[in-house]
């Protein structure tokens, strides 16, 4: 499993991508708490403010870019 932690352009881009990998890592957590994955099964990946989905121009905007993306593949058991 992949975890993405993205954010909106708000502030510098340093803090931007350790927030995107605390988000990623929240998730991550989570995930591992409610299943049987372990932290070896979770990639995380901080994304920054690198990938917007949504413009940054806007409130709107910038709470769609305030999000985390899962990948997953494979069989569930």
Partial sequence: ?????HTDSTGPEAYNLALSER???????YIVG?????????????MGESTPVA???T?????ENR???IFAEGEVK
């Fill in 1 to 5: 499993m992949r975890i993405e932690g």
């Fill in 23 to 29: 988000r990623a890592q929240a998730v991550a957590d």
């Fill in 34 to 46: 409610q299943t049987r994955l372990t932290a070896a099964d979770v990639e995380i990946i901080p």
């Fill in 55 to 57: 413009s940054n121009d």
């Fill in 59 to 63: 409130a709107a905007g910038r709470a």
């Fill in 67 to 69: 999000r985390v993306t």
